[in-house]
């Protein structure tokens, strides 16, 4: 599975948009690019996921960039319950012949009142 | 989401002694589940594959041996610490994978050996 680089932390303001950036810059073509995050002591929370389209759901949008190279997570309004450690992961999907996920040291968000 | 239950939440025990820890996904089927773990200030684990009705793949340096991992059912999957000792004390999470190869968390079990 190909790697990802995160920066390992990062502040927002509570109602502003919070941008996580990742580069995956030797990202297959059959991987996709994965986004979770973890609550101090709980386990991880399956946030959105994408392979070269932009999605959105109920929770963040994902910007992948055109060579797929590099991605963004927005959570568009966040509050004090998103901070969190933000992790992103590539790896191949489908099915249950799906990659294993392999954990980065991800971006610490701190959102601050 | 899908709901995937993991039992103890914690647990302390004596150093030599066993220890199984559950994993559930109460709402759907998965024939595939991961054990991780995860040190404090630290990123998760992988530790190992578990696939139902077959062995499980173990990642390297983890020792399939002290973690035997059983994945009787399409919804359980346990992982056993065998002759625990304090440093194997850790956050120990495991993961259920959905047909549509979504992964689900459980809460996690933390293990203190004293």
């Known amino acids: 599975d190909a790697k990802t680089t995160q920066p390992p932390s990062m502040d927002c303001a509570e109602g502003r948009a919070a941008n996580l950036p990742c580069n995956h810059s030797?990202?297959?073509?059959?991987?996709?690019v994965y986004w979770y995050r973890q609550i101090h002591s709980q386990g991880p929370q399956y946030i959105i996921h994408?392979?070269?389209n932009n999605e959105t759901n109920e929770m963040a949008s994902l910007i992948i960039t055109e060579d797929r190279k590099s991605s963004t997570l927005i959570l568009p309004h966040a509050t004090l319950r998103d901070t969190a450690v933000y992790y992103c992961?590539?790896?191949?999907?489908?099915?249950?012949?799906?990659?294993?996920?392999?954990f980065g040291q991800g971006t610490e968000l701190s959102v601050k009142p | 989401g899908a709901v995937v239950s993991q039992h103890p939440s914690w647990v302390i025990c004596k150093s030599g002694t066993s220890v199984k820890i559950e994993c559930r996904s109460l709402?759907?089927?998965?024939?595939?589940m991961f054990w991780y773990r995860q040190f404090p200030k630290q990123s998760l684990m992988l530790m190992a594959t578990?696939?139902?009705?077959?062995?499980?793949?173990?990642e390297q340096g983890v020792e399939k041996d002290k973690f035997l991992i059983n994945h009787a059912s399409l919804t359980l999957s346990t992982l056993t610490v065998t002759s625990a000792h304090p440093e194997d004390s850790s956050f120990y999470i495991c993961?259920?994978?959905?047909?549509?190869?979504?992964?689900?968390f459980g809460p996690g079990t933390r293990l203190t050996v004293t």
């Open positions: 993961s259920a994978s959905t047909l549509a190869g979504e992964q689900y």
């Open positions: 994408g392979l070269k």
């Open positions: 030797t990202i297959s073509g059959n991987e996709y």
């Open positions: 709402d759907f089927q998965a024939t595939t």
């Open positions: 992961i590539v790896r191949v999907g489908g099915g249950n012949q799906g990659g294993k996920l392999i």
């Open positions: 578990s696939n139902e009705g077959s062995k499980a793949t173990y």
